[in-house]
């Protein structure tokens, strides 16, 4: 199969790097518009790329040699991956992303069949299951996240990600709960994915029970937190955890 230079790297001076290239989660449109056609968040060249080069993960880990395999793979030369100024962490956030778009097609609900609360356990244990042929290698992408440089966008990745599950849920909430439900499941999210690359139990039953104890848990101090300040205190208690569980030293 011939290689070729994908578009973007058209070999001129200007193009070998994209310099003023955004972060790839910030191509994505507004949360939840989806009675309008929205861009992908990915053109089509890097998606086969890091499509590819996800493929590689299992055996090659979150790194640059799975780029490269993964540009090859795609039909391009090794000077694509310049396409990714970020480098594996463009390829872990490819991951993140996809993952979350793909929530709203893999997961149905019965009309009547669950309320929010289940939805939401469903919903985030879907996702956490999403990562099953690639856990053994998911400590690798959690330090790449954990880099200083990474660590804003990884966070608002995990934002996206607990708020698309509790829109997906059926949440109408318009309060305070609002912010207190995101954030408590970003935190409960954050515990079970790193929970999930110990867990040697049969389809990561174990994780499935961490989940569900997290829930409970924020069930119970959820129905405490009446006032503002029980709020506070929670809300910056759960982006604690997260930062902890993305390799923050607090």
Same mark, same amino acid.
């Given at each position: 199969?011939?290689?070729?230079?994908?578009?973007?790297?058209?070999?001129?001076?200007?193009?070998?790097?994209?310099?003023?290239?955004?972060?790839?989660?910030?191509?994505?449109?507004?949360?939840?518009?989806?009675?309008?056609?929205?861009?992908?968040?990915?053109?089509?060249?890097?998606?086969?790329?890091?499509?590819?080069?996800?493929?590689?993960?299992?055996?090659?880990?979150?790194?640059?040699?799975?780029?490269?395999?993964?540009?090859?793979?795609?039909?391009?030369?090794?000077?694509?991956?310049?396409?990714?100024?970020?480098?594996?962490?463009?390829?872990?956030?490819?991951?993140? *992303?996809?993952?979350?778009?793909?929530?709203?097609?893999?997961?149905?609900?019965?009309?009547?069949?669950?309320?929010?609360?289940?939805?939401?356990?469903?919903?985030?244990?879907?996702?956490?299951?999403?990562?099953?042929?690639?856990?053994?290698?998911?400590?690798?992408?959690?330090?790449?996240?954990?880099?200083?440089?990474?660590?804003?966008?990884?966070?608002?990745?995990?934002?996206?990600?607990?708020?698309?599950?509790?829109?997906?849920?059926?949440?109408?909430?318009?309060?305070?709960?609002?912010?207190?439900?995101? !954030?408590?499941?970003? !935190?409960?999210?954050?515990?079970?994915?790193?929970?999930?690359?110990?867990?040697?139990?049969?389809?990561?039953?174990?994780?499935?029970?961490?989940?569900?104890?997290?829930?409970?848990?924020?069930?119970?101090?959820?129905?405490?937190?009446?006032?503002?300040?029980?709020? *506070?205190?929670?809300?910056?208690?759960?982006?604690?955890?997260?930062?902890?569980?993305?390799?923050?030293?607090?």
């Amino acid at each position: 199969m011939k290689t070729r230079l994908p578009a973007q790297l058209v070999p001129t001076p200007s193009r070998y790097y994209r310099h003023s290239r955004q972060p790839l989660l910030l191509t994505r449109r507004a949360y939840h518009s989806y009675e309008h056609e929205q861009p992908p968040p990915f053109n089509s060249t890097e998606s086969a790329i890091l499509l590819a080069a996800l493929n590689r993960v299992p055996t090659h880990g979150f790194s640059d040699k799975a780029l490269s395999l993964g540009a090859k793979d795609a039909g391009y030369l090794d000077v694509s991956v310049n396409l990714f100024p970020k480098g594996v962490f463009d390829l872990v956030n490819y991951h993140l *992303v996809t993952q979350r778009l793909a929530l709203k097609d893999r997961v149905h609900f019965e009309e009547g069949k669950l309320g929010v609360g289940g939805r939401v356990r469903l919903l985030t244990k879907e996702r956490l299951l999403a990562n099953k042929p690639i856990i053994h290698r998911w400590q690798e992408a959690l330090a790449v996240m954990a880099q200083p440089s990474n660590i804003p966008t990884s966070i608002v990745e995990l934002a996206r990600l607990s708020d698309e599950i509790w829109f997906l849920a059926g949440d109408t909430s318009v309060d305070t709960s609002w912010y207190t439900k995101r !954030a408590s499941l970003s !935190a409960i999210y954050s515990s079970c994915e790193v929970f999930m690359t110990q867990d040697e139990s049969p389809d990561f039953t174990e994780t499935q029970q961490f989940l569900d104890r997290r829930l409970a848990d924020v069930r119970t101090v959820g129905s405490a937190a009446a006032n503002l300040g029980q709020w *506070v205190g929670f809300t910056g208690h759960s982006i604690v955890n997260v930062l902890r569980s993305k390799g923050v030293r607090i």
